[in-house]
């Protein structure tokens, strides 16, 4: 069974501009969670989806988007980066009838 | 509001020594408690887990430990080896929430 799969693995943008990362999660499962991991402030919750909808936000400006399609795999989006944005972005699979989180080597994204 | 209190920071252990790692959480409803563990460049992956209806969980060398009352847990690895060596992150959640809340890690370094 294929584990959750992020791409592209590593990004580099300019300040202002906007990127799009993707997830594709564990086959059959339904939710798909984003989290933002810094040095500063470790791994921080972003927003969950579970079939095509957001069940979850966190404490994260408008710029952070998300959504899910109906065969699961998930986006997330950034506008108008910005330097502190630069972090590895992880996102993790569960299935409905199990609680622990699959997560994915991440997107690193570089903004400089 | 949520949040998980990590400490040490940094743990530095002999080879064949015990490592603890305590965690402190904030919401009384939190009901699930995994741990992970990220080796460098690597993703987190989960190592042991423990419900709110559980004092103790055990898997071999690893523990974890559950105080509802005083909303703590922790993680005992007995009998380290360098291969342990890694940054830890303990997480709550709470059951009708979907967002792990983590704790900021602990990096722990097995000297052989």
């Known amino acids: 069974k294929a584990g959750v799969t992020q791409t592209p693995r590593y990004l580099i943008k300019t300040r202002g501009q906007q990127v799009t990362l993707s997830c594709s999660p564990i086959?059959?499962?339904?939710?798909v969670s984003w989290y933002q991991q810094t040095p500063g402030q470790g791994l921080q919750f972003l927003f969950e989806?579970?079939?095509?909808?957001?069940?979850n936000k966190g404490n994260f400006p408008g710029r952070f988007s998300g959504r899910q399609f109906s065969n699961s795999r998930s986006e997330m989006n950034v506008s108008t980066l910005e330097l502190g944005d630069s972090a590895l972005y992880l996102c993790?699979?569960?299935?409905?009838?199990?609680?622990?989180?699959?997560f994915g080597q991440g997107t690193r994204l570089t903004v400089v | 509001g949520e949040n998980v209190e990590q400490h040490p920071s940094t743990l530095s252990v002999q080879e064949g020594d015990s490592a603890v790692i305590k965690c402190t959480y904030s919401?009384?409803?939190?009901?699930?408690f995994p741990w992970y563990k990220q080796e460098l460049g690597k993703r987190p992956q989960l190592i042991i887990d423990?419900?709110?209806?559980?004092g103790e969980k055990k898997d071999q060398r690893i523990a974890v430990t559950l105080n509802k009352t005083a909303k703590h847990f922790s993680l005992h690895i007995t009998e380290t080896q360098p291969e342990d060596s890694a940054v830890y992150f303990c997480?709550?959640?709470?059951?009708?929430?979907?967002?792990?809340?983590f704790g900021s890690g602990t990096r722990l370094l097995v000297r052989p």
């Open positions: 993790a699979s569960r299935s409905d009838s199990n609680t622990e989180a699959f």
């Open positions: 423990i419900r709110s209806n559980v």
């Open positions: 086959s059959g499962h339904r939710s």
């Open positions: 989806y579970f079939s095509e909808t957001q069940r």
């Open positions: 997480a709550a959640r709470m059951y009708s929430s979907y967002k792990l809340i």
């Open positions: 919401d009384s409803a939190s009901n699930y």
